[in-house]
Structure formats: structure tokens, C-alpha cells
């Protein structure tokens, strides 16, 4: 090995047996024994749609599922619904008569009937502050007790209606009409003629909209940077291993569940036949969108000092470090995110022995 100094240029010229280095760039002569083992490759992009398998568990949408549970504890005397039957909100399910609905009932009279006295109370003393005979003390004392009685009133219509009750129709002492708040289909039920129900009991019945269902799929935490822009998911379901079901994500979870270390996404999937079913476990494919990638072998990528580099070739047996930044592997190539760009040259195949130039 020669070290030859020129100290006019500050230029300085390592030469060892078969190369040599001036400042970046290496020289390898073509009479060098290490020339004939470079392979050289002109790097270009190609359209690369990077996949992600999971695991994931078939979901019914929150807003498209209901459990259906009394408000009262009561007895069950007319049912309506069975498996499979179809809904609408405001189906009747079926009917119970319940002495805590007969109070609510009783509540909402006793509202309505103060809130109408109040009503004529305060017409009459505004009637008399007009022609000059009422006093203003009267009508304010009216005004006050009209406005007490009108919210007490109106949070009794709330509350009845909460339960689907029309209160313009309501007859005292009449059942209490349990009806499906979404449209759907009847997927449980366990409501019994003549059966007894607590107000605390678990839920008699379920109603679902099954047509569209969510899919959440587990992505470790090292993984999330793959689906940040993936358009869509294809979900896998070992009963149907010929079906192809697509999904597009809904959403990503903000949060990193601690046991796992991974992050919830929830894909939304048509499911006109029902060939998904909660609680179902299927394997989850994220798929990105088709990109323009660089790839390079993976022989070409170097490391030093915790950094991945390529050597470019700048001329005829000329050679520069490139370091670059890398992506996911494929078929013994790497994919380039950045530091190298398509029609460059590199050294694809025996870079190794320039591994010590400096």
C-alpha cells in the first residue's frame, strides 16, 4: 500500500492493491483483480403494491346494532318479534305491563295538567295587566309558575319518549310497548310469554344491520407506518378460502394497547349475504396503492457506522458512497426511499471488497 500527499491541491490519494480513493471517490482500474468481480446494475423504478397480513375479528357496526332491554321491570304479555324477522325503527317488539311504567304515566298527566293551568293562569293575570285591573306581582308570580311547570312538562314528554312512547296517544294505564330502535333483523331472542323482566336484567333481544360490518385487524406497533396511506384491506376467511372479500379502512386507533403492543384499524366491509358474522376470526391483507419504488439488490446495500450506503458509479471505474435510506425486502432486493434515484449506476455485486475505502 502507497499514501502519496500533494500539499498545493490539498488533494490526497490512498492507493491500495487493486483501487485507490482521491477524497469520495474510489478508483478501480480495469487492470485491478477486483474489477472483472464488480457487477454493475442501472437502477430502475417499478410498481410495488406493499401487502401486511393480520389477524382480525368480524365486528357489527355500533350504530347499526341494538340490545334490546326494557326501561321497566314488568311482565311480558304480547311478543312480537322472532328470529330473523325484519325491522324498521319503531317495529314493535313486544309488550309488558309494569307498574313503574303506569307511575311514569301518572307523572306525565300530573305534569300535563299543571302545565295547562299554569297556561290559562298566566293568560288571565296578562289579560288583567292589560285592561289595567291585575298587578304586576300577580303576573310575575304566574310567569314563574308557568315556567317551572312548562319544563317539568316537557322533560316528562322526554322522558317517555325515550321509550318510544307517542305521547299524543298515550292512555293512562296502558302496556308498555317495547319497540326496535334501528332497522335490522332479529339475530337473539329470549323474550318469553308471560316472563317476568327486571329493569337490571341482561338484554332479551338483539337487533343488527349485518349489510356492512367492521373488521378489526391488530397491527403491531413497528407496522403502523405501513397503513398511514393504505387505500384498502382483502379479508381472508379460512371457511371460505376461494372468497375474496375487500374492505376499505375506516379508521386507525390513536392509542397502542399495552399488552400487545399493537394498534386497532377498523375496516369496513359489505356484507350483503352475511358471509361475515361477529365475532368471526379472519386473516386481514393490507394493501397499499400501486407505487413507482426503487429497488436495488441486496448486495448493493453497505452499512457503516449504523447507516446503509450504496457506491454509485460517477464514471468509466469511478465510485462514490451514496447513503441511503431503506424500505421493506423483497425477492433479494431492497427497496431505496430516498439518496438514490432511477437511471443512476451502482455497484450491484461485489461492493464488499471497496468496503474499506475511506
Known amino acids: 500500500m502507497t499514501i502519496l500527499t500533494a500539499c498545493n491541491d490539498k488533494k490526497t490519494t490512498i492507493e491500495k492493491d487493486n483501487y485507490s480513493v482521491q477524497n469520495d471517490t474510489i478508483l478501480v482500474p480495469v487492470t485491478s ?29 355500533p350504530n347499526f346494532y ?3 332491554a326494557p326501561p321497566f321491570s314488568g311482565r311480558v304479555t304480547k311478543v312480537y318479534l322472532k328470529l330473523g324477522m325484519k325491522t324498521k325503527a319503531g317495529t314493535p317488539l313486544f309488550e309488558m305491563v ?5 307511575d311514569a304515566q301518572k307523572s306525565f298527566f300530573q305534569a300535563k295538567s ?21 298587578s304586576q306581582k300577580d303576573l310575575e308570580e304566574a310567569e314563574t309558575n308557568f315556567e317551572v311547570n312548562e319544563k317539568e312538562y316537557q322533560n316528562a314528554i322526554a322522558s317517555l319518549k325515550i321509550f318510544g312512547v307517542n305521547v299524543n296517544k298515550l292512555v293512562f294505564g296502558q302496556p308498555l310497548i317495547v319497540t326496535s330502535p334501528i332497522a335490522g333483523e332479529i339475530i337473539t331472542n329470549e323474550v318469553v310469554m308471560g316472563q317476568y323482566i327486571k329493569a337490571d336484567d341482561a338484554p332479551k333481544a338483539k337487533v343488527a344491520d349485518l349489510k356492512k360490518v367492521w373488521v378489526a385487524g391488530q397491527v403491531k406497533e413497528k407496522d403502523i407506518r405501513f397503513i398511514q396511506e393504505l387505500d384498502g384491506a382483502d379479508i381472508q376467511i379460512a371457511s371460505y378460502p376461494d372468497k375474496k372479500i375487500t374492505g376499505k379502512i375506516y379508521h386507525i386507533d390513536e392509542i397502542v ?3 400487545t403492543r399493537s394498534v386497532q384499524v377498523l375496516i369496513e366491509c359489505y356484507n350483503n349475504n352475511h358471509t361475515l358474522k361477529p365475532g368471526m376470526y379472519v386473516n386481514v391483507k393490507f394493501i397499499d396503492i400501486a407505487r413507482s419504488t426503487l429497488f436495488v ?58 468496503l474499506e475505502a475511506k
Open 33 to 61: 483483480t477486483i474489477a472483472p468481480k464488480l457487477k454493475l446494475e442501472t437502477v430502475k423504478t417499478e410498481l410495488y403494491q406493499s401487502q401486511l397480513i393480520t389477524a382480525g375479528t368480524v365486528k357489527a357496526i
Open 66 to 68: 341494538a340490545e334490546i
Open 98 to 102: 309494569s307498574p313503574d311504567f303506569i
Open 114 to 134: 299543571a302545565y295547562q293551568a299554569t297556561r290559562l293562569s298566566l293568560k288571565r293575570q296578562q289579560d288583567l295587566k292589560a285592561n289595567g285591573v291585575g
Open 257 to 259: 394497547d399495552e399488552a
Open 297 to 354: 439488490p441486496a448486495k448493493a446495500v453497505l452499512q457503516f457506522n449504523d447507516k446503509s450506503f450504496v457506491l454509485v458509479q460517477i464514471a468509466k471505474g469511478k465510485f462514490t458512497r451514496r447513503y441511503v435510506e431503506t424500505g421493506i425486502s423483497k425477492n433479494g432486493k431492497i427497496a431505496i426511499s430516498s439518496g438514490l434515484k432511477s437511471n443512476e449506476t451502482i455497484i450491484s455485486e461485489g461492493a464488499f471488497y471497496l
